[in-house]
């Protein structure tokens, strides 16, 4: 095996413990792939967790969201509990919409092991939630997030994905946010997954002015929301220099335990449908069909990526 650049170091592993969800957001690849009749909503039972993480390296985070919503799976809190017993993570996380179960379903999950809980916010202006975060009312998640942030003995962190959709609104929701309790808010930029399955892109992404006004905007509010720590997560990718090392650092592990390159592209054809309930992942990834590919994306960045978040700005 002749891995080269970037060779593997794995930092995060993720594992997409459900693939169903509880809203239909319109940026989304299940909302996409399930207008097409191409998703299924599998859950992962603990019991298959439980072979997978036999077979993961210890590593700094274990995520335990893909595409799907984790507090949907019954035995979300057996799957943190195993993996806090595992011992193999500093930190163990997920991404949740705050609106799938109660309160109580969370408290459940983080005092199984959850390190922290972050919370995906894009809006908290109802007719902008309806075009990014479709089925979200945003009282509700006003209200929720509060009474979390007053529950859970653990931090919790909020995640806004902007796009076109929301950019001119950010504001006004970070400003809702900063009502509702002290959180670090980390504003990611939006993924056309449209376009990861080579169809029309859909054209929400932010443009480098648009970025640049983001940016702005993050600098101009942050002394004036006190209760906030905002950061604006990647730079936008530049060159081959600059290229996004996920698929050595970041590994996915699909509802069915197929191991997947990135958390992006979370097809299992690209590595040959190699299960990690059967191989550990790190000899999983020397295998013929991952480690060809891993050394195809080191050479170049290929086709699948455009349309990712993390791809190069061309
Ligand atoms: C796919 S969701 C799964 C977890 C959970 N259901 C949620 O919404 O938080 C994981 C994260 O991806 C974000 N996300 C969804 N679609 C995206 C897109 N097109 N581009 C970038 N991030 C996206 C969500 O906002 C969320 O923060
Ligand atoms: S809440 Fe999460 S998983 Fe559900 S549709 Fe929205 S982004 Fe997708």
Redesign the pocket.
């Known amino acids: 095996m002749s891995l080269r650049w970037g060779d593997i170091s794995i930092d995060t592993v993720q594992v997409e413990t459900t693939r169903d969800?509880n809203?239909a957001?319109p940026?989304?690849?299940?909302t996409l792939r399930k207008g097409m009749g191409r998703w299924s909503d599998d859950r992962m039972s603990a019991a298959l967790f439980s072979r997978i993480l036999n077979h993961l390296p210890a590593c700094r985070v274990l995520i335990l969201?893909?595409?799907?919503?984790?507090m949907l799976n019954p035995e979300i809190a057996d799957i943190v509990r195993q993996a806090r017993d595992s011992g193999k993570f500093q930190g163990i996380t997920?991404?949740?919409?705050g609106l799938a179960r109660g309160v109580d379903a969370y408290l459940d999950v983080a005092r199984a092991g959850l390190g922290f809980l972050?919370?995906?916010v894009?809006s908290l202006t109802q007719a902008v939630a309806d075009k990014v975060?479709a089925g979200t009312k945003v009282d509700k998640l006003a209200g929720r997030i509060g009474e979390l942030a007053r529950a859970l003995p653990i931090p919790i962190t909020i995640?806004s994905?902007v796009?076109r959709e929301n950019l001119l609104d950010i504001g006004e929701t970070l400003a809702k946010l900063n009502d509702l309790g002290r959180f670090t808010v980390f504003l990611?930029?939006?993924?056309?997954?449209a376009q990861l399955d080579f169809l029309d892109p859909m054209a929400r992404r932010l443009d480098d002015k648009e970025r640049a006004f983001l940016a702005a905007l993050v600098t101009k509010l942050g002394p004036q929301l006190p209760n906030l720590d905002l950061v604006q997560t990647q730079p936008a990718l530049r060159g081959k220099a600059d290229r996004c090392s996920a698929p050595f650092r970041h590994p996915f592990v699909d509802a069915e335990g197929y191991l997947t390159p990135c958390c992006t592209l979370t097809d299992a054809h690209h590595y040959g449908q190699v299960s990690i309930a059967e191989t550990p992942l790190l000899e999983a990834l020397g295998l013929p069909q991952p480690a060809r590919w891993l050394e195809g994306y080191a050479l170049a960045e290929p086709l699948a990526c455009r349309g990712c978040?993390h791809a190069i700005r061309r």
């Open positions: 969800c809203l957001c940026g989304c690849l299940r969201n893909g595409t799907g919503e984790p997920f991404n949740s919409n972050s919370i995906s894009d975060r995640t994905v796009c990611t930029d939006w993924s056309d997954v978040q």
